[in-house]
């Protein structure tokens, strides 16, 4: 933050990681690994090999999205635009902004000008930094409380109720009460 005492135009800058990030158990890992070698069996059974190659690319990318935490990075708000991970959006070319919430973070997703639509994702580690940015933001463009989801957006939400949660499901213990004997 020094670095934001120096440079006057910076008007707000927070630290977040680079992507929203929960540390899975080894049994997503498990059923990454089970729905893959399902996968393969189909495909092997009905003749595209070729076709394995990709999926176990997929099963390596999944792997290393759930062991590797992201990087820390921070992003600037600035009289000009907003600037994160080395790249700079100035606020001509944005066009609108809107939060979603993945894994407990809060994401910010900024979207430019049509026809090349450019998505960036900045995660906001808290609730005060959201607001501030909220308010920073409003200032120069729009906000949608509901946004225009994609056909891959859908596709991505629909895979993404498929993985299974964290969560154990703790067995019920049952308590039994001690017979009584009549005397």
Do not use: C
């Not at 990454?32 to 394995?52: C, E, R, W």
């Not at 900024?110 to 920073?136: A, G, R």
């Amino acid at each position: 933050m020094e670095e934001d005492k120096k440079n006057p135009q910076v008007i707000y800058s927070w630290p977040a990681p680079l992507r929203p990030y929960m540390k899975r158990s080894k049994q997503v890992i498990r059923f990454y690994l089970a729905l893959t070698l399902l996968i393969s069996l189909i495909v092997f059974f009905f003749g595209d090999k070729i076709l394995l190659l990709p999926i176990w690319t997929l099963l390596f990318i999944f792997y290393v999205f759930t062991v590797t935490p992201p990087t820390e990075v921070t992003h600037k708000i600035n009289q000009f635009g907003i600037e994160t991970a080395g790249v700079t959006m100035r606020w001509d070319a944005l066009d609108h902004f809107y939060f979603f919430r993945r894994f407990g973070y809060d994401v910010l997703v900024l979207v430019t000008h049509p026809p090349y639509l450019y998505y960036s994702y900045l995660v906001i580690p808290n609730d005060e930094s959201k607001k501030k940015v909220f308010s920073l933001l409003s200032e120069h463009i729009i906000y949608q409380e509901e946004p225009r989801n994609t056909f891959t957006d859908k596709i991505i939400d629909w895979f993404t109720k498929l993985i299974p949660s964290d969560e154990e499901i703790k067995p019920e213990v049952s308590v039994q009460k001690p017979a009584q004997t009549s005397l």
